[in-house]
């Protein structure tokens, strides 16, 4: 058993910006990352479709509108330092309907606030100019929006870390955590390991983290999977780099999308399926103990309740490939199934509160000796060294 400054939990991009911004901060610092799984970044970090996220959408003067703008630019700055692959090619906000004319311009007038500049807004000749193949009667051109790998650029956040001798110990399932006479104790499966100070950044766990230092949680997380078809080869030039739809506001998904990757493949998705299980990236995914958790939290089924049409036909689209191929003729017209090929998934978590509120937003929790990331959906990869230092200024108060 070893004594540690600062006990990590959750080697996810997250997690590891934190290590990387306290030992920025303090070389001096003795942290251990742990891990459950057997690599790094093996759930939302490594199954996300790889944006750099501009901030365009966030509330002004959000946790999510701050960190996005702040971590883009951190994040441009790292990758230039370490030769992480990446590139700035922008995208297009599409609009398809008069009605979803005003919720674009609101958008619009959002990145204007978050301190977006040469945002443009499009006429359907201009779109043509951008995107070939899409069809749109308005749209949104946002330069700043790019493409890479967050698994590599949480490869290169971990080999920094280990040049400061930060620790990071693998298959290492923590089961409690306790604050105990000016120390933070925690168990794993195999061990226990003492800290003056945890930091969990456990995404699709972190409620169940949260919960045991925080016995009356209010929040629980909801999984969402994730499904993408991807363009086959002879139609990658349908799309050029990336095609958004305008947003339903009362939801917390961005709607499916075309997205070329870094490898320059194109996925075309995600759409937003219930999971029956936190970590389950496939229809058939089941855990008893997951699936309980989540139909037996009341802010769950109020929002079931409100948005059950929604529901139901994202569940169709996932078994109906005519279905999903419809939603992306929308923003494609030209698009047929002929032209895709099955895809990866990806779970979001998404934290709900019990009288229904879905979080939009980031979400901590502080105690002494702890600190929880209890909800860090997108734009947190992009984000991720903004949250890291915020992460950071929060630990060296309580160590000091």
């Known amino acids: 058993?070893?004594?540690?400054?600062?006990?990590?939990?959750?080697?996810?991009?997250?997690?590891?910006?934190?290590?990387?911004?306290?030992?920025?901060k303090d070389s001096s610092l003795k942290i251990l990352i742990l891990e459950k799984e057997?690599?790094?970044?093996?759930?939302?970090?490594?199954?996300?479709?790889?944006?750099?996220?501009?901030?365009?959408?966030?509330?002004?003067?959000?946790?999510?509108a701050k960190n996005?703008?702040?971590g883009y630019d951190l994040l441009i700055n790292f990758c230039n330092e370490q030769n992480v692959k990446y590139e700035i090619c922008g995208k297009i906000i599409l609009a398809t309907s008069e009605k979803e004319i005003p919720i674009m311009h609101n958008i619009y007038e959002r990145g204007i606030q978050n301190g977006l500049t040469d945002l443009k807004l499009l006429n359907e000749n201009e779109i043509n100019e951008i995107?070939?193949?899409?069809?749109?009667?308005?749209?949104?051109?946002?330069?700043?929006?790019?493409?890479?790998?967050?698994?590599?650029?949480?490869?290169?956040?971990?080999?920094?870390?280990?040049?400061?001798n930060g620790e990071i110990l693998f298959n290492e399932e923590v089961i409690d955590l306790k604050i105990?006479?000016?120390?933070?104790?925690?168990?794993?499966?195999?061990?226990?390991?003492?800290?003056?100070?945890?930091?969990?950044?456990s995404g699709l766990q972190s409620d169940r983290l949260a919960k045991l230092t925080h016995k009356k949680l209010n929040y629980r997380l909801i999984p969402f999977r994730g499904e993408y078809y991807k363009l086959k080869k002879d139609s990658y030039h349908l799309v050029k780099n990336l095609i958004y739809p305008v947003p339903d506001p009362?939801?917390?998904?961005?709607?499916?999308?075309?997205?070329?990757?870094?490898?320059?493949?194109?996925?075309?998705?995600?759409?937003?399926?219930?999971?029956?299980?936190r970590e389950g990236y496939s229809k058939s995914s089941f855990s008893f103990r997951d699936t309980y958790d989540t139909f037996s939290w009341k802010g769950f089924r109020i929002v079931m309740k409100k948005h059950w049409k929604t529901g139901l036909g994202e569940f169709y689209r996932s078994y109906n490939k005519n279905a999903f191929v419809g939603a992306l003729k929308k923003l494609v017209?030209?698009?047929?199934?002929?032209?895709?090929?099955?895809?990866?998934?990806?779970?979001?978590?998404?934290?709900?509160?019990?009288?229904?509120?879905?979080?939009?937003?980031?979400?901590?929790?502080?105690?002494?000796?702890?600190?929880?990331?209890?909800?860090?959906?997108s734009p947190a990869a992009t984000a991720s060294l903004s949250i890291g230092q915020t992460i950071s200024e929060k630990v060296f108060a309580q160590l000091n």
């Not at 490898?263 to 999971?275: F, H, K, Q, R, W």
């Not at 934290?351 to 979080?359: K, R, V, Y």
């Open 38 to 64: 057997n690599e790094i970044a093996k759930h939302q970090t490594g199954n996300n479709s790889g944006v750099i996220h501009s901030g365009i959408y966030y509330k002004p003067g959000s946790l999510k």
């Open 250 to 277: 009362s939801f917390p998904f961005l709607g499916v999308h075309f997205t070329r990757m870094i490898d320059n493949c194109v996925e075309c998705g995600p759409n937003a399926v219930l999971s029956f299980k």
């Open 333 to 377: 017209p030209v698009i047929e199934k002929d032209n895709l090929t099955k895809g990866g998934a990806g779970i979001r978590a998404q934290a709900c509160l019990i009288d229904g509120t879905l979080i939009d937003d980031f979400l901590f929790l502080e105690d002494k000796g702890v600190i929880h990331v209890c909800n860090a959906p």
């Open 131 to 164: 995107e070939p193949y899409a069809k749109g009667i308005s749209a949104i051109y946002v330069p700043q929006t790019g493409i890479i790998d967050y698994k590599e650029v949480s490869n290169k956040y971990l080999s920094v870390i280990k040049k400061y």
């Open 180 to 201: 105990e006479n000016g120390l933070s104790k925690v168990f794993t499966k195999k061990n226990k390991y003492i800290s003056k100070l945890v930091v969990t950044c």
């Open 68 to 70: 996005c703008k702040q």
């Open 1 to 24: 058993m070893k004594n540690y400054d600062i006990i990590i939990i959750g080697a996810g991009i997250v997690g590891l910006a934190t290590a990387l911004k306290l030992l920025e």
